[in-house]
Structures are given as C-alpha cells and as structure tokens.
C-alpha cells in the first residue's frame, strides 16, 4: 500500500529565506506526483504536476524535483513571502485516471 | 476554466440527520469524479470513485451505505451522508476529471465543512 510522508509537518521562516519541503513515498511505481497549496479551510490549489518521466517542473519561485527511483520529491520555495504562509501537500498517482494519494502536508509560516 | 464547484460551503446538522453534498463540473464534462475526507491536521483520504452511470467504487472501511454517491450526469455528483453522527464531522472535498484530458487530470472542488452535533 502506497504510503505518503511529508517532513517536516510544520516549518516557520522569515521572510526572504529559500527553504525546502521534503516528500517521500514508499511505492516507487507511480504515474505522476503532484504539489498543491492549501488554504486554512479552503480547498486545494494545484502547483506543480511532475510526470513520472520527469526530474524537475519549476513555476515562477518554485521548483519541484522527482527522484522516482528513490521515492523522493522536493518542493523548493525560492524568497519565501508571508503570502506563501499556506500548508503544501504532495500527493502521488499510480495510473493515468486514478485518484490521488495524499501525504498529511506541511504547514508553512513565514513571517513579515 | 475547469472550475469545479461544492455545495454548500459548510454545513451543521443534527446527529441523525442526512446531509447532501453536491460537486459540480462548471464548465467541463467528468465521467469520473473522486470524493475525499479531511480531518483537522490529516490527510486527504480517498473515500470512493464515482463513474457516470454506474456505481460507485469505494475505499476499504467506507460504508457505502452510510456515504451514498450518485453520478447521475456528466456535471454532478452528490454524496449524501445519511444518518449522520458526530465523528462525520469533516471536510469533504470532491474533484472531478475531465473527460478525454491528458496530463492534468483532476480539478478539485472547494471543499464542505460538515459539522453533525
């Protein structure tokens, strides 16, 4: 059974800092991985999808990396801003079509 | 596009009552929409997969007959959750699967908050 982690579960930086949120997943054979934004009590906001073929998908500041053979991906987060205050959740798919596999998230604040 | 809508936002019922929660494709057709369920500081976790048509395939451990889903056209789904009890409480969150896409295939809804006292 697919297992999803996410380290660490909470994170607090100041403003302007590059940090790095970490996901691994235990069943290499996966379709795609996704990283979502989630607002306290909203739903989610898609951020990065990476193919199982690829190693890396960068939008704007961020850039997520896949180590497929390793079970690994990273979401980094370049000049962090108090606007990305938000929890991040790594979710994996084993097929085309299937629903998603969710880790538990990483809770980030950055301060002003 | 591919916006997704859930109705309602949130929600309060008595304990033993039903509640119905409507996903809605706005402006795409899904032939396969996916239900899901967040407790406060956890994960989302997949409760059953919903085709058009057919009946719904359901996660291990998720009653289907307490968490009823219907997919009676290619824009709407409803989960009704029957005979609600407190430990229902939860954020239910659907998405919904444009038919016919490729690479980003799941679009989520904004989620409803369910509180049963």
């Known amino acids: 059974k697919q297992e999803v982690t996410q380290i660490p579960a909470a994170l607090s930086v100041p403003e302007g800092e590059n940090l790095v949120l970490n996901c691994s997943f235990t069943d290499s054979a996966i379709y795609n991985l996704q990283w979502f934004r989630q607002d306290p009590g909203k739903g989610l906001t898609s951020l990065l999808l990476i193919q199982s073929s690829q190693r890396e998908q960068t939008s704007g500041r961020l850039n997520a990396s896949l180590d497929k053979s390793s079970g690994r991906s990273t979401l980094y987060i370049a000049a962090s801003q108090p606007g990305d205050s938000a929890t991040y959740l790594c979710a994996v798919r084993h097929q085309a079509g299937t629903a998603l596999i969710f880790g538990k998230g990483t809770t980030l604040s950055v301060s002003s | 596009g591919a916006v997704v809508s859930q109705h309602p936002s949130w929600v309060i019922c008595k304990s033993g009552t039903s509640v119905k929660i409507e996903c809605r494709s706005l402006d795409f057709q899904a032939t396969t929409m996916f239900w899901y369920r967040q407790f406060p500081k956890q994960s989302l976790m997949l409760m059953a997969t919903s085709n058009e048509g057919s009946k719904a395939t359901y996660e291990q451990g998720v009653e289907k007959d307490k968490f009823l889903i219907n997919h009676a056209s290619l824009t709407l789904s409803t989960l009704t959750v029957t005979s609600a009890h407190p430990e229902d409480s939860s954020f239910y969150i659907c998405?919904?699967?444009?038919?016919?896409?490729?690479?980003?295939?799941?679009?989520f809804g904004p989620g409803t908050r369910l509180t049963v006292t």
């Open positions: 998405s919904a699967r444009p038919s016919g896409r490729g690479v980003y295939e799941q679009y």
